[in-house]
């Protein structure tokens, strides 16, 4: 008998329980990426003692390898034929080594001579970025193939940012709590049993969804497209090129305010505890933007402009944190507010990932869900290490000094990294959403296709 379920029912026979076993890695993941973006700048500067410039460089090369090889990873990936699956083998062996080489990553030795920090710094980096590529591009590719149906890809991906946010929440609440308790002597002991600590929490949640999920979406047996055909359906698939644009620009956003956070809290607030209260309302807020963003999606009936809407919110809400700078009540109230997007935005967006991919494989035969979701993470990583190379070398010509008092001019800068320039970014994102070009309704119709196809 042939299913019956619809893009506003969802398929009843997808069970409840693989929700939880899908969305349990982000949690893991949040655990491990909320350290290095929020934390890894400040500490090679103020704890390992390496130069700004100098670790800007390092972000910009280092996240430029990461990027390009986000979609030759996730092409190899797509071609993959394991009897658990193409992408959960991969979740299992990219996260625990994603969690191994964080921890080589915080293990600091401000004693060495420069040259050996430096060594140091690249080796760790791009060994865990590259574990990170892994595990996240058979992360992303596995929410295309757990089912065809648009509900329940975007309640996956809801739960799976809740999931995230409650990983960040954690780590902006007891960060402090962890340095107060490690860091007696030095900050080095805070950061690295820190982070030993995510660790340990985080390899759990990956071995659910590697061994919980399900792939039921499958392309071909026999068809194994190689990467230069990838690239080329990818140029004619204009969805998927502007959620391109969008990751890139979502990338540079989040960058922005998680990297400046920590310096704005430490110099404009005058007091880094104000970044746990900080992080803690983000954080809730963005559980609740991830829960509720399938309720905005049934309001409205379409994923772009349910995202649209959130993102011009989001821009106003952040401008005005400018002109309310912390410690004020107003700034708070405006950043928990904000925060609601940090968790909506990610859920509908990657919601519509295998919808575009749906979108190749109608058009051109081929299905490549891990090739598309290496295609969006090369975006967002472009846009992160534009933005996280830019942190350091804005923070250089403004005058920033570590450990010492700032000029007004660098507070200034600090201020506006942390929020004017997300805000005009954010506002983009919510152009093109405006204008994206596949609908629910278009959506309906290729799946119908496919499966008159039999391939669905």
């Known amino acids: ?60 090369i280092t996240r430029v390898y990461d990027a390009i090889n986000d979609p ?75 089912s065809s149906n648009s509900i329940v890809r975007l309640r996956a991906n809801s739960l799976r940012f809740a999931f995230s946010g409650a990983g960040n929440l954690a780590i902006g609440y007891f960060v402090p709590v962890l340095f107060a308790a490690f860091a007696v002597n030095s900050l080095v002991h805070g950061y690295l049993y820190g982070i030993i600590i995510s660790g340990i929490i985080a390899v759990p949640f990956i071995l659910i969804t590697g061994f919980g999920t399900k792939e039921v979406v499958y392309p071909p047996k026999d068809v194994k497209p190689p990467l230069k055909e990838q690239f080329k359906v990818l140029l004619k698939n204009k969805p998927m090129l502007i959620l391109t644009i969008l990751f890139f620009l979502q990338g540079g956003s989040i960058t922005l305010r998680m990297t400046s956070a920590t310096y704005y809290f430490t110099y404009v607030s005058g007091n880094l505890s104000y970044f746990s209260l900080y992080s803690v309302l983000q954080s809730i807020l963005s559980i609740v933007g ?63 990932l295998p919808d575009a991919v749906d979108y190749t494989q109608d058009k051109d035969g081929l299905r490549t869900d891990a090739f598309m979701a290496a295609v969006g993470s090369f975006a967002f990583k472009c846009g992160t290490a ?3 190379a830019m942190v350091g070398i804005v923070l250089n010509e403004i005058g920033y000094v570590a450990n010492a008092e700032q000029t007004a001019e660098t507070l200034t800068g600090i201020s506006n990294m942390m929020t004017i320039i997300p805000a005009v970014l954010i506002a983009v994102m919510a152009v093109l959403m405006f204008v994206y070009p596949l609908n629910e309704n278009r959506h309906n119709k290729i799946l119908t296709s496919l499966r008159e196809k039999k391939l669905l």
């Open 72 to 146: 030759i990873i996730g092409g190899l990936l797509d071609n993959g034929r394991w009897k658990m699956g193409r992408y959960r083998p991969w979740i299992i062996i990219g996260g625990l080594a994603m969690i191994a080489t964080a921890i080589f990553l915080f293990w600091a030795h401000p004693d060495w001579n420069n040259t050996g920090k430096i060594v140091y710094m690249y080796v760790t980096y791009i060994l865990c970025t590259t574990a990170m590529t892994v595990f996240y591009m058979a992360y992303g590719a596995l929410g295309g193939t757990i």
């Open 290 to 352: 991830a829960l509720t963003s399938i309720y905005i999606f049934k309001i409205v009936k379409d994923k772009a402009k349910s995202l649209a809407i959130v993102l011009v919110i989001t821009s106003f809400l952040m401008i005005g944190m400018y002109f309310f700078p912390a410690p004020g009540a107003v700034f708070f109230i405006l950043a928990a507010l904000s925060g609601y997007s940090n968790g909506a935005t990610p859920a509908l967006s990657y919601s519509m």
């Open 386 to 388: 534009l933005a996280g």
């Open 1 to 60: 008998m042939t299913r019956k379920f619809t893009s506003e029912t969802g398929d009843p026979s997808f069970q409840n329980w693989r929700y939880f076993a899908f969305a349990a890695s982000d949690l893991s993941y949040s655990l491990i990426y909320f350290w290095i973006v929020s934390f890894l700048t400040i500490f090679y500067t103020d704890v390992f003692k390496i130069s700004t410039v100098t670790v800007s460089v390092m972000m910009l």
